[in-house]
């Protein structure tokens, strides 16, 4: 067959293609997404693809040089004065293979921690132990994620899906200076593949495993002309319900979900000066909500009762969760003599958000005491975010370079919440608030080279924020205080970092960096009226070494760090008084260490290690919250019911955290490789609340993963089998502490097996 009869054949099967994955997306064809290159690649943080044959000097052993946008530009690890990790390739391909969702980066990288109390939607970030545990449709969160280089300010945003990735960058420290306010933690980093002029490539993978855990994946790139390309992205992901209720509610058996999302992405390159890039996207989720589970604690431990089965719940209420999204970005660029322009446009909607479930997690009967019973519901009945940067980038030889930008924000959002009767599920309260958010933003960034090795960075940001926040709907709901607030700030965030490369494979940094999060607000209930949260700041500390060694078959990353948060923002939930209210502590800090290992051992076996030692304290003595309704709380009560958590440790945040992954492949002949793959993940205790208690506080965390998989073809095909949490450890995760006992557990075991093919 000719080449132009090839490339014909090519184009009918990736249109066939197209259409196909295309009818299982929410909006059809759509919603869609491309890559450049979509064969396993290697990772800073994972196992190269394929194992390389060794050569005399070794030179086929290097590392690959591994390249970040943390500074929002293309730049060596080694050169950006940041703590920051990349996951991409084959790591992100193993990771997903077990249907978790955006949780499963937990642990997997040092200093990072993601929850939800929400299931599989409303991921919550912690960097360096620092985040928050707010889950109102309005929370804001220390840790922003940017996808595409789009901010996804709404947490119900931030759990889309990861597939056809190119990379995910976690940029520890305050990142206030280019990423704007709500990144005093850091940021999290999401960069698709893109659409390639090159020729017409793509990707599926299909696996399937226990409780009919299915994952269907693919892209499809396609040169549309000289000028226009496309790529097409989509995953669909299943579980069949595998928890059996043995309470007698309208719902069944639980556990199960359903996932559909997608990507299209169009490329126009006419020339060399000007590059546009469009993005659509959206995702269709439904399952069930958080499984809360009555009295599984035993009492005075933080263990589980005698006879626990993961398997099993007892609830007489509804259960039911569903996630609608959708948006869309415009990147536009021009590369002209002396400077390069950006415009980033973008544009998310939640068109529908609702979760349903039973908070006392039980019956009148039991299991254990329950004293009432408790069915809430709340979601975003609307939402939509709009946001436009406009950058400009300096290409000077000399050693002064520089970039300044402009920046908008606006986020309109509707949300709700409501209480429902147990005996006949009916709605028996109604609360809908409303919350516009406008924020704008001046910023520039100055890099000096003093000579060849010492190099100076600096950035300035100024922000505005304001937010409205109103009552549009109380049904059955009497609240006190006024109906309706607003909160402004301003704020200037600043960094200063330096740069100094001892020799061509080591360099060192120090950086000092402040950040804010704007005001927050909280919608009232029948016992709190509307709390507001006021603006936090930090000042952040750090310095580090990046070494290639071993003749670059090997790569450290170490550093370590201290900040000084003031006024943060903390969210006290339940208690006795089952109440929701925002509140500022005086003061919290944290210091602490990571380390980034990963080697070539040999032209058979790599291994990665990661590690991370965060230490976090609230310090603030006048700071009171209310204490549990039946767990034994330790710290000192202050006044009846409210207890001091002056010297604790931030929630959620382990003091260690390690990684650690190993792949050993074996070369067959024909480019065909036999490869055996496993990693492990370890967090230290956690504590869930505001206060000390003994049940409320999780227990260590070890889970790992297997992989045996065999590539033939040069790689164009690949079957494994996998299992994920392979010990089947179970703990719990969340607790729920002012009816009873109440907790949530992590994800189960999963075996299964993969087939994939790169064409």
């Given at each position: 067959m000719g080449k132009k009869a090839r490339a014909r054949a090519h184009m009918r099967c990736a249109h066939k293609m197209v259409l196909t994955l295309g009818a299982a997306l929410p909006f059809g064809a759509a919603m869609a997404q491309t890559a450049g290159s979509t064969a396993p690649a290697t990772t800073a943080t994972a196992t190269a693809a394929a194992t390389p044959a060794a050569s005399k000097d070794g030179s086929s052993l290097q590392l690959e040089t591994m390249t970040v946008t943390a500074q929002r530009k293309v730049e060596k690890i080694k050169d950006v004065p940041i703590s920051v990790t990349l996951i991409k390739g084959e790591t992100l391909d193993v990771l997903n293979s077990g249907g978790q969702d955006i949780r499963v980066l937990a642990a997997k990288v040092p200093s990072l921690n993601i929850e939800s109390s929400n299931g599989r939607t409303f991921p919550r970030f912690y960097i360096r132990g620092y985040g928050n545990t707010d889950f109102s449709a309005f929370a804001s969160q220390p840790v922003s994620l940017i996808y595409d280089d789009v901010v996804q300010e709404n947490a119900a945003l931030k759990g889309f899906p990861m597939f056809d990735m190119a990379g995910v960058e976690v940029l520890r420290g305050p990142?206030?200076?280019?990423?704007?306010?709500?990144?005093?933690?850091?940021?999290?980093?999401?960069?698709?593949?893109?659409?390639?002029?090159?020729?017409?490539?793509?990707?599926?993978?299909?696996?399937?495993?226990?409780?009919?855990?299915?994952?269907?994946?693919?892209?499809?790139?396609?040169?549309?002309?000289?000028?226009?390309?496309?790529?097409?992205?989509?995953?669909?992901?299943?579980?069949?319900?595998?928890?059996?209720?043995?309470?007698?509610?309208?719902?069944?058996?639980?556990?199960?979900?359903?996932?559909?999302?997608?990507?299209?992405?169009?490329?126009?390159?006419?020339?060399?000066?000007?590059?546009a890039l469009f993005n659509l996207h959206s995702r269709a989720s439904e399952g069930n909500a958080q499984l809360f589970r009555a009295n599984i604690l035993e009492k005075g431990s933080n263990g589980f009762v005698p006879g626990f089965d993961p398997g099993t719940v007892t609830t007489n209420a509804m259960n039911t969760q569903s996630l609608h999204t959708a948006g869309g970005s415009a990147r536009l660029s021009w590369n002209l003599d002396q400077v390069k322009l950006y415009?980033?446009?973008?544009?998310?909607?939640?068109?529908?958000?609702?979760?349903?479930?039973?908070?006392?997690?039980?019956?009148?009967?039991?299991?254990?005491?329950?004293?009432?019973?408790?069915?809430?519901?709340?979601?975003?009945?609307?939402?939509?975010?709009?946001?436009?940067?406009?950058?400009?980038?300096?290409?000077?030889?000399?050693?002064?370079?520089?970039?300044?930008?402009?920046?908008?924000?606006?986020?309109?959002?509707?949300?709700?919440?409501?209480?429902?009767?147990?005996?006949?599920q009916l709605q028996t309260s109604y609360l809908q608030n409303r919350q516009k958010n406008t924020a704008y933003a001046a910023f520039g960034s100055l890099t000096y080279d003093v000579s060849d090795r010492f190099k100076l960075r600096g950035g300035l940001r100024y922000t505005e924020d304001k937010k409205d926040f109103t009552n549009e709907v109380a049904n059955n709901v009497t609240f006190t205080g006024p109906g309706s607030i607003s909160e402004s700030k301003s704020n200037v965030s600043w960094d200063a970092s330096a740069n100094y490369a001892l020799n061509n494979d080591i360099t060192t940094y120090a950086r000092v960096a402040t950040g804010f999060r704007a005001p927050s607000i909280a919608a009232p209930s029948s016992s709190v009226p509307i709390t507001v949260a006021n603006a936090e700041t930090i000042t952040s500390y750090e310095a580090g070494i990046k070494a290639d060694l071993?003749?670059?078959?090997?790569?450290?990353?170490?550093?370590?760090?201290?900040?000084?948060?003031?006024?943060?923002?903390?969210?006290a939930v339940g208690g006795a008084s089952n109440s929701i209210m925002l509140v500022n502590a005086a003061k919290s800090v944290g210091h602490g260490a990571e380390l980034d290992l990963e080697a070539?051992?040999?032209?058979?076996?790599?291994?990665?290690?990661?590690?991370?030692?965060?230490?976090?304290?609230?310090?603030?003595?006048?700071?009171?919250?209310?204490?549990?309704?039946?767990?034994?709380?330790?710290?000192?009560?202050?006044?009846?019911?409210?207890?001091?958590?002056?010297?604790?440790?931030?929630?959620?945040?382990?003091?260690?955290?390690?990684?650690?992954?190993?792949?050993?492949?074996?070369?067959?002949?024909?480019?065909?490789?036999?490869?055996?793959?496993?990693?492990?993940?370890?967090?230290?205790?956690?504590?869930?609340?505001?206060?000390?208690?003994?049940?409320?506080?999780?227990?260590?965390?070890?889970?790992?993963?297997?992989?045996?998989?065999?590539?033939?073809?040069?790689?164009?095909?690949?079957?494994?089998?996998?299992?994920?949490?392979?010990?089947?450890?179970?703990?719990?995760?969340?607790?729920?502490?002012?009816?009873?006992?109440?907790?949530?557990?992590?994800?189960?075991?999963?075996?299964?097996?993969?087939?994939?093919?790169?064409?």
């Open positions: 990142q206030g200076t280019l990423f704007g306010r709500n990144t005093p933690a850091g940021v999290v980093k999401f960069d698709s593949a893109k659409p390639s002029l090159d020729k017409v490539s793509g990707y599926y993978s299909v696996s399937d495993g226990t409780y009919n855990t299915a994952n269907v994946e693919a892209a499809v790139n396609v040169p549309l002309s000289d000028q226009w390309a496309m790529r097409f992205s989509t995953l669909v992901e299943h579980r069949d319900d595998w928890i059996t209720n043995n309470g007698g509610g309208p719902t069944g058996s639980m556990g199960g979900y359903n996932e559909r999302a997608g990507r299209l992405q169009f490329l126009y390159k006419p020339d060399g000066t000007f590059n415009s980033i446009t973008g544009y998310e909607t939640i068109s529908s958000y609702f979760s349903r479930g039973d908070i006392d997690g039980g019956t009148p009967t039991g299991p254990g005491f329950i004293p009432f019973q408790v069915q809430t519901g709340g979601g975003i009945a609307d939402h939509k975010q709009f946001s436009q940067e406009f950058r400009v980038e300096s290409k000077n030889d000399g050693p002064l370079n520089w970039q300044t930008g402009l920046y908008y924000f606006y986020e309109d959002v509707a949300g709700n919440s409501s209480n429902f009767s147990s005996t006949t071993f003749n670059r078959r090997a790569r450290a990353n170490f550093s370590i760090y201290t900040f000084d948060v003031k006024n943060q923002q903390l969210t070539n051992l040999s032209e058979r076996l790599r291994v990665t290690f990661g590690g991370s030692y965060n230490f976090t304290q609230i310090r603030d003595p006048n700071l009171l919250v209310a204490g549990c309704a039946s767990c034994t709380v330790l710290n000192t009560q202050a006044r009846p019911g409210l207890y001091s958590i002056d010297g604790n440790p931030l929630p959620q945040a382990p003091k260690w955290i390690a990684n650690v992954t190993a792949r050993y492949g074996i070369p067959l002949g024909n480019n065909d490789e036999l490869y055996f793959y496993t990693d492990w993940a370890y967090r230290s205790k956690i504590n869930f609340l505001l206060y000390n208690s003994t049940e409320f506080t999780g227990k260590p965390l070890l889970e790992g993963g297997l992989r045996m998989g065999y590539k033939w073809d040069g790689d164009k095909y690949e079957v494994a089998a996998f299992a994920r949490n392979i010990t089947n450890k179970t703990v719990a995760v969340g607790g729920i502490d002012f009816d009873n006992l109440t907790a949530f557990i992590n994800e189960p075991r999963v075996f299964g097996v993969q087939f994939r093919s790169n064409f």
